[in-house]
């Protein structure tokens, strides 16, 4: 059957928890029950996660048998079979499904589908007072269309966009691809993002130097291979683009200055590139004051201190949320220089 495909819930800010669960989480079969022969692919808020019914596990294969991915965890009942979340890399399957089922459709198709939800998108930025727009991640294809769109002048708001592909792919094309004002300054294609390297701390996935105090066998999920973060960190270099990369949990920015200090260390000359770490929620206090030795800019979210503060407690412990927990403030004091995004 058709694919349902929607996102925006979170199991922490549910009144009631679904029942049966597993650590908060909805057990897919009234889902399933539901929609029995059409597949449901719902993507966290965070989107670091999904959930999916039992049709959409038999369409990718997902079972009792699945074992976890590197940088993933299908979450499983006592019994050890698949609950229907799927936390970062684990998801792939489903999401291979969905593009299977999707790539059905005819280039017509297609292209008509991308220009409808870029106009969809802007008309809801508009309506909003957003004229212009940072995206964090787009494939080779999508920034095609775009570039289609900025050269006929369809382009209803201004884009910064970001490629998201295998640094091997990049390789061959990301000197191609920058653009700066193209299509009368309404397309620039000159970052690398996010090409995350955790995933979120609702669903477990931030990357921390120490467990999470609500569950205790999990540091979190590393979920892009650091080398291939050094080798995205190296082309950026080569081809003068800004890296913004996702870094949630302390262990994450970790492994993120370590990476941009490495590259600096190189060629000092490109500190003007404005690389990032994007989310900076989670800073070791021995690492707050390389924002600004190093010149990289916290990406932080404002209102994740707000909309995390019901469960992030609980995530942390109260002394390593005081500690490391959205430390803007300290940021800015240190000399960073912050920029705040939605």
Not at 307 to 335: C, H, I, N
Request: hydrophobic share 40%; net charge negative.
């Amino acid at each position: 059957g058709t694919w349902i495909v929607g996102r925006g819930w979170h199991q922490d800010k549910w009144t009631t928890k679904p029942q049966p669960n597993v650590g908060g989480l909805p057990i897919h079969h009234k889902l399933s029950a539901v929609s029995p022969q059409n597949p449901v692919f719902l993507s966290h808020t965070s989107g670091h996660g999904v959930f999916v019914n039992q049709a959409a596990m038999l369409a990718s294969g997902v079972s009792e048998k699945s074992v976890n991915p590197p940088g993933g965890e299908i979450v499983r009942d006592e019994n050890g079979e698949p609950i229907g979340m799927l936390r970062e890399n684990a998801a792939q399957p489903v999401r291979d499904a969905l593009k299977a089922y999707q790539t059905k459709r005819t280039i017509q198709e297609v292209k008509a589908a991308m220009r409808q939800q870029v106009k969809l998108a802007a008309q809801n930025a508009i309506e909003n007072g957003i004229t212009s727009f940072q995206d964090m991640g787009s494939t080779w294809e999508e920034l095609d269309h775009l570039k289609v769109m900025a050269a006929e002048g369809s382009l209803p708001i201004r884009l910064y966009m970001a490629v998201q592909e295998p640094a091997v792919e990049m390789e061959e094309k990301l000197a191609d691809y920058r653009l700066v004002g193209y299509g009368n300054n309404f397309l620039t294609i000159r970052c690398i993002g996010e090409k995350v390297l955790d995933g979120a701390l609702g669903t477990h996935g931030g990357w921390l130097l120490e467990s999470y105090t609500d569950l205790p066998r999990s540091f979190g999920l590393n979920v892009t291979p650091v080398p291939e973060i050094r080798h995205s960190a190296e082309l950026a270099i080569k081809h003068d683009y800004q890296l913004a990369i996702q870094g949630i949990g302390d262990r994450a920015a970790r492994e993120l200055f370590n990476i941009y200090e490495e590259q600096f260390t190189i060629h000092p000359e490109k500190k003007d590139l404005r690389w990032r770490i994007e989310h900076a929620q989670v800073t070791h206090p021995d690492d707050l004051l390389r924002y600004a030795a190093l010149g990289v800019i916290p990406g932080i979210q404002g209102i994740f201190a707000c909309s995390d503060g019901p469960w992030v407690v609980d995530r942390l412990g109260v002394e390593r949320t005081k500690e490391r927990g959205y430390l803007f403030r300290s940021m800015a004091e240190s000399g960073a220089l912050i920029m705040n995004g939605t």
